[in-house]
């Protein structure tokens, strides 16, 4: 049995026994100093911090949810090329995981990748900010083309990335960081009025001889292009049944 394992059976022993609220690095140091002992000595990350991320992932999942994290005041920010390069040497050749991720396995990869990054820009690291935004753009890119509520974010590249930045500034808990972002967009996003598009060919109605072309006139002193009787008035309910029947 290797350390890891040694010590995930017996803080899942002692978080069944005890069943704490909440628990974190000091409540492991007092309730199981041997653990904490194999904890400082073997479990690390690439940058040589105890890896807690790895430790707690490793619980079982009703346990990983009570884990709390010692808040640390504001990092001051650094810029560490090197910290970027020990995390992903090891991932060189798997970051399609990003892009086209085959598997469960794949998916596990991109989110070890994604929260080793952002635990280094929640250090402070500017780099590995940058880094995340770069990594997980590309996953959301393939989100905007197959979820409904995301693919409202399609065009405001600056508030996807306004968004993505809040999540590595608030990301906590060891699970999936990907997930809390899939989460965060998704939710989010319902409060984006989705447009619809048409061809200005298109007649009003189904039964009307007029077009949308008809419609559109130019205001001769802006020279604004504008339609005086648009498709349809967008509502809440509108919304919720095209959503349903798209469904």
Excluded at 67 to 85: F, Q, S
Excluded at 118 to 128: E, I, S
């Amino acid at each position: 049995m290797d350390h890891l394992q040694r010590v995930v059976t017996k803080l899942n022993k002692l978080l069944t026994q005890n069943s704490p609220r909440t628990f974190s690095s000091t409540w492991i140091l007092r309730r199981a100093p041997d653990c904490y002992r194999i904890i400082r000595k073997h479990i690390r990350t690439e940058l040589g911090s105890i890896d807690w991320d790895k430790l707690t992932h490793a619980l079982e999942p009703k346990h990983q949810r009570l884990w709390t994290p010692l808040r640390k005041g504001n990092a001051k920010p650094y810029r560490n090329k090197g910290e970027i390069g020990l995390i992903l040497n090891n991932y060189r050749n798997e970051l399609y995981v990003f892009v086209a991720p085959a598997d469960a396995i794949d998916l596990e990869i991109r989110d070890k990748i994604a929260v080793a990054l952002v635990r280094a820009a929640q250090a402070g690291n500017l780099l590995a900010t940058t880094k995340v935004v770069e990594l997980v753009g590309y996953t959301i890119n393939g989100w905007l083309d197959s979820h409904c509520y995301i693919s409202r974010w399609r065009g405001r590249k600056d508030e996807i990335r306004n968004q993505l930045e809040g999540c590595i500034r608030r990301y906590r808990y060891s699970g999936s960081f990907l997930r809390y972002v899939f989460r965060t967009l998704e939710y989010a996003g319902r409060g984006i009025m989705s447009l619809d598009t048409c061809s200005l060919d298109e007649p009003i109605a189904t039964d009307a001889r007029e077009r949308y072309i008809d419609n559109v006139v130019r205001d001769t002193e802006t020279n604004e292009i504008s339609s005086y009787k648009p498709r349809r008035v967008w509502t809440f309910e509108s919304e919720s049944r095209s959503y349903g029947a798209r469904r």
